[in-house]
């Protein structure tokens, strides 16, 4: 509730007025207004503003500016939070904007604002600690100064400061002054012991969740502007084809069509609404160049890649002598490991609005990389990139899609957009957004593992065959080494948890026409897969518990030992279960946190049910936990369409799957109980985004096994099983 | 011209009859709560009430909405949230990016409007049709729940 006692905090001016959109220079009475609902009349109040990050105004009002996009995983709650607890301020009664593009938003190890990779909470930790002590150290200056007392005796606290007489002073009541003094040198702004946080570390709840639940929240999709008219772009079905020629003149006739035009990425049909747009587009025909592309198929990719993964490949790690420790070792597996292409499949589809006038563009939509849209716009419009202005909305769902390898749904509304002056959104429609791709990478992996005497594992060998992700984006290409090596494409077993002596990873980069991507977890949810697969393979060759097996691969590693001992316990690892149901477990380590998994699965004739997931987690501090729980939660359940049913094939060049019918993703019914646990160290802040996703394949896989005997190499099962 | 009743007011468009409600909604009446995610009846983003029923407006020509009066999540309390439904997803943290939850939240709605106690067996069956890509099915399950509950608090009140 707000100061008022009348109404939630957050409204949805200050989700949606980007300081961009001022700064931008626009008419703010005609493009501000959508989004001024429930706006503050009357005088603007005198405000405190130490940093771009945070506004306190005379009124009590403290705004919290964020340059990381929500996309889910609660960054307007969390951050926030982080900056309130130095404040000394009550992170329910904070108001959250959304920041404009500005390089004091950018990721500190990249030149970008850019939001992903699972970084949010640990790169902006410090600095948001910072901005809130050397606010509150300005506000006790001001109130020692009105006082005429010591600032040493003053105390803060829930946005008020007090004297030792008990006097109080709100910090509304301080902005002004404190706005006066200067900015205090770093080295003397003092933060708090851990040991006395009011708020990081307990659960706090999300402020934007009225917007969500009332249809006020402003996604891409929603953005309104006098004037705009919609488009829809007809893309060439086969990768990699372009446009020979067409015939519009149907097109052009249907009702509420405006225009329509060649651009790069095909012909976009400009209208009244969207209806209009999707009708013009149905009438248009068009003519592909698209011979070579439609040779192109998952069985050919497979039987390809099968006879490549036989060969040696770019090595990607190499510990001890894994050619000698096979021949040596006591018992051998040599196995191929194959997993799909698949699709984001964000709840809201690609969009992007582009106003664009001569040497200037403004873009409306939701993204994760809001630098790199605003650069590969410039570039494609030919003007410069700080007349490009990005407003950010929120985003409807992300998991790495939304920061495109080559910023591809931004650049092409800007092409759109161009010449007709007047904004433009450029809707995607379902099947639009699954079948453009932008993949997880189907892979092939052929793994020879061995066991030593003592029955633990001696040998690792993983040749990958696949399509590299860092290599084919704008951003990640510095990443990848001058030999050709990719390291998203070998995450996951070339730096798994459990200690091999003898350790192996080769790959070979392909190059099919297929666009591919980061997708929630990289590389990781592709060779944790593998890397707990063959685990289990190996303790059942050892006839041992797949548990008890890990605890003894991970005797000396305390901290991993700790998050997988209480995923068993928490799911109670070895005590009967109702009959029928069996249990797998997994652990995997990514993006600094260690997550462990223990499913618990029936399976009748194909169908395999997921009854429960136990998850524990350690990600060093839980700033919000029970977000952290949330997070979890939702990457079980996005890696669980990938072992269940989700899977992209592609056939004469053509993404089969377009639209959930044919791309079926997990649903309430069959949605499993999901008890979560955070066991954290002190370790360094991990990340929470991605690393509950690579777990739950292998745990769910090792069930089936406990349940039929059958090992499970390929996903989804839905392949596999049949 | 057509004429529709949504959220108790009546409004008229010039459109093409075939225009599905939600590109009606969205995109003439500016009502964007009500959200696109398939087109097809297939994940439910779009589920507005007509007379109370939860109705998929993706595949529902403007024409044969009739004189049904339409609710979309704007007209559930307004952007007060105090529906029962509204009340429970804020008190159990249900949002996530948000997307599906109109729908989710329309659905749940018309459920306990139905059905006072839901039990999981119901809840699977009435919100099997809503996706939540992000995956809020554990607190949506329960907030269906809470907001049974809640209704019931107030209507023995
Ligand atoms: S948009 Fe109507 S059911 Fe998906
Ligand atoms: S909350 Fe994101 S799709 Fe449901």
Redesign the interface.
């Known amino acids: 509730m707000s100061a008022d006692g009348s ?2 905090a957050i409204g949805r001016r200050h989700f949606l007025i980007g300081a961009g959109v001022v700064a931008g220079g626009l008419a703010a009475g005609t493009l501000l207004r959508p989004y001024l ?2 706006g503050r009349g009357g005088a603007a109040p005198k405000e405190f503003k130490p940093h771009a990050f945070l506004r306190i105004a005379d009124d009590d009002t403290v705004t919290v500016i964020i340059g990381k996009s ?5 960054v307007y709650t969390g951050l926030p939070m982080i900056l309130a607890e130095e404040l000394d301020f009550d992170p329910q009664r904070l108001k959250v904007e959304i920041a404009p593009v500005d390089p004091v938003f950018n990721h500190p190890f990249l030149p970008a604002q850019f939001t992903g990779g699972s970084m949010s909470t640990n790169t902006t930790y410090e600095s948001l600690r910072h901005v809130g002590a050397m606010a509150r150290s300005m506000l006790v200056t001001a109130a020692a100064a009105r006082w005429g007392v010591d600032a040493s005796t003053l105390r803060t606290e829930a946005g008020k400061v007090i004297d030792t007489a008990g006097r109080e002073l709100r910090y509304g009541e301080l902005a002004e002054s404190a706005a006066a003094l200067p900015l205090p040198a770093k080295e003397t702004i003092r933060l708090k012991d851990p040991k006395t946080f009011s708020y990081i570390g307990k659960p706090q ?2 402020l ?12 891409g ?2 953005v ?1 502007l006098p004037g705009m008219l ?1 488009a829809t772009v007809a893309r060439a079905p086969v990768f990699g084809a372009s446009v020979k020629s067409f015939d519009d003149t149907r097109a052009r006739s249907v ?2 069509v405006v225009d329509i035009k060649q651009v790069p990425s095909g012909v976009a049909v400009i209208a009244e ?4 747009a999707l ?1 013009g587009r149905e009438a248009l025909s068009v003519e592909w160049d698209d011979a070579d592309g439609k040779k192109l198929s998952t069985e050919a990719l497979r039987s390809e890649w099968q006879a490549l993964a036989a060969k040696p490949g770019i090595v990607g790690q190499n510990i001890g002598d894994t050619a000698k420790a096979l021949a040596s070792g006591s018992r051998r597996i040599e196995v191929e490991y194959e997993l799909p292409y698949l699709a984001h ?5 690609m969009n992007a609005t582009a106003l664009v006038k001569d040497d200037d563009c403004d873009l409306w939509l939701g993204t994760q990389s809001q630098s790199q849209d605003a650069q590969f716009v410039a570039a494609a419009l030919g003007i410069d990139p700080k007349n490009v202005r990005v407003h950010t909305t ?6 790495g899609r939304r920061a495109s390898a080559d910023s591809d749904f931004a650049v092409e509304a800007a092409h759109v957009a161009k010449g007709v002056g007047k904004p433009v959104k450029v ?1 995607w ?2 099947e639009d957004d699954m079948r453009r791709g932008y993949y997880r990478p189907y892979s092939i992996s052929k793994v020879r593992a061995a066991i030593g005497a003592d029955g633990l594992p001696s040998a690792f060998h993983q040749v990958i065959v696949g399509k590299p992700v860092l290599a084919n984006t704008a951003m990640g290409k510095m990443a990848v080494s001058k030999e050709g090596l990719d390291p998203s494409s070998v995450e996951g077993t070339a730096n798994m948890a459990y200690p091999i002596p003898n350790l192996r990873v080769e790959v070979h980069n392909t190059t099919e026409a297929v666009p591919i991507l980061w997708w929630r977890s990289v590389g990781h949810s592709i060779n944790g897969f593998v890397a707990n697969g063959v685990i289990d393979e190996l303790a059942a060759l050892a006839k041992r518990d797949p548990y008890e097996y890990r605890q003894a691969m991970l005797a000396d590693k305390p901290r991993y030992r700790a998050v997988l001992d209480a995923a068993a316990e928490l799911a109670g690892w070895g005590q009967p279960l109702p009959a029928g149901r069996h249990r797998g477990i997994a652990l995997q380590e990514s993006f600094g946190s260690i997550v462990a998994q223990v499913a618990e699965v029936s399976v009748t004739g194909k169908e395999v049910r997921v009854h429960r997931v136990s998850c524990t987690v350690d990600c060093g501090i839980a700033v919000n936990p ?2 952290v729980v ?1 997070q979890m ?6 890696g ?1 369409c990938a072992v269940l049913e989700s899977e992209i094939t592609i056939r004469d060049g053509v993404a089969v799957q377009g ?3 044919s791309y079926p ?5 069959a ?1 499993p ?2 008890d979560v646990r955070i066991v954290n160290s002190d370790g360094p802040i991990g990340g929470i985004g991605e690393p509950g996703t690579p777990p739950i394949a292998p745990a769910v896989c090792g069930a089936i096994f406990a349940a039929t005997s059958k090992r499970i190499r390929r996903l989804p099962l839905s392949a596999s099983l049949s | 011209m057509i004429s529709l009743k949504v959220n108790g007011v009546e409004r008229q468009i010039d ?2 009859p075939d ?2 409600l939600l ?1 009606a909604l ?3 009446l ?11 009846a ?2 439910g ?1 779009c589920t507005v009430h007509l007379d109370g029923q939860p109705m998929r407006s993706c595949v529902m020509p403007v024409s044969a909405v009739g004189s049904a009066e339409i609710r ?3 007209g ?6 105090t529906h029962p ?2 009340q429970a ?2 008190e159990l ?10 729908g989710q ?1 329309m659905a749940a709605a018309a459920l306990i409007e139905q059905n006072p106690a839901p039990t999981d067996a119901d ?3 009435a ?15 329960a907030a269906v729940k809470r907001a049974a509950e809640i209704k019931r608090a107030g209507t023995a009140a």
């Open positions: 109404t939630p609902v429930g929500e996309m889910g995983q609660g709840k999300r934007d969740s009225r917007v969500k639940v009332t249809g006020e929240a402003v996604f999709i929603d309104d919609m009702p509420g609404h969207t209806w209009a009708k499949a964000c709840m809201e589809p929120f985003l409807g769902g992300g998991f809707v429609t379902r029970d977000q949330a939660e939702s990457a079980i359940n996005y669980l639209n959930f019918d993703v997990l649903r309430m019914a949605a109980q999901i | 459109v093409d225009m599905p590109w969205r995109d003439l500016k009502l964007t709560g009500t959200k696109y995610g398939c087109g097809i297939q994940c983003a979309t999540v704007e559930l309390s307004g952007a007060a949230a439904v509204q997803w804020i943290d249900v949002v996530q990016c948000g997307y599906c939850q109109s939240v809840i699977d069956a919100m099997n049709g809503n996706i939540c890509r992000c995956g809020t099915y554990p607190r949506i399950r």
